[in-house]
């Protein structure tokens, strides 16, 4: 059973330039989560979806943010019009479960830097 | 919001020596949890804590979840190189959406 996979694992982009990462939970799992790491930081919570749905979204900043988790496919993290401060690394976890919140797996991550 | 406080902020410790680290909040959390992330990783899940006063070990790592559901700390005894990394707390928040709150996460390096 392949574990949380995001892609690609490193991002380079220009500022202004659109940041497209992608995450696969893992299978069985319909519960995803985002966060954020800024470097020496613990992770940050962004928005947590279901499928087709944004559950909780409290944590994702109100502009060039978005997140979706289509009925197929990955679900995407898009920031629009990139900024030197969104260099971070950001992480996708998925659990099986709402309840199941102690059975989140982590991705990997993928580690953007803006130029 | 929520917050958690996580002390100390690095460790440099000797191979064999016990580790304690721990987190406190000024807010009660339902569920602790003890994460180590390796460079150029995501976290792993170590300890899940459910009930105040609740003690669970997991090899050599011992965590507990405080009387007052405010604060959790996690021992490494008789550590080894491979403990390298940093270890973050996390709670669940009071959202009921499954939202984790993280420490900011103490560095740990051991000297072989």
């Known amino acids: 059973n392949a574990g949380v996979m995001q892609n690609p694992r490193h991002l380079v982009r220009r500022r202004g330039q659109e940041a497209r990462l992608r995450c696969s939970p893992m299978?069985?799992?319909?519960?995803v989560y985002w966060y954020r790491q800024l470097p020496e930081e613990g992770l940050k919570f962004m928005v947590y979806l279901q499928k087709e749905n944004i559950i909780d979204e409290s944590g994702m900043p109100k502009e060039r943010f978005s997140a979706e988790f289509p009925k197929e496919g990955p679900s995407i993290l898009r920031i629009q019009q990139v900024v030197r401060g969104d260099s971070a690394a950001y992480f996708c976890?998925?659990?099986?479960?709402?309840?199941?919140?102690?059975?989140?797996?982590f991705g990997p991550g993928t580690r953007l830097t803006v130029l | 919001g929520q917050q958690l406080n996580q002390s100390p902020q690095s460790m440099f410790i000797q191979e064999g020596e016990d580790v304690s680290m721990n987190c406190t909040s000024s807010?009660?959390?339902?569920?602790w949890l003890w994460y180590k992330q390796d460079p150029g990783e995501g976290p792993v899940l170590l300890i899940a804590l459910y009930k105040a006063g609740e003690l669970t070990s997991n090899g050599r790592l011992t965590a507990q979840f405080g009387i007052t559901r405010k604060d959790s700390f996690l021992n490494i005894s008789a550590s080894i190189p491979s403990d390298v990394g940093i270890y973050f707390c996390a709670g669940l928040g009071s959202s009921n959406t499954g939202k984790l709150i993280f420490g900011q996460g103490t560095t740990l390096q051991v000297k072989p």
């Open positions: 807010s009660i959390f339902n569920t």
């Open positions: 299978k069985g799992h319909s519960h």
């Open positions: 976890a998925s659990s099986p479960t709402l309840l199941g919140a102690d059975t989140q797996y």
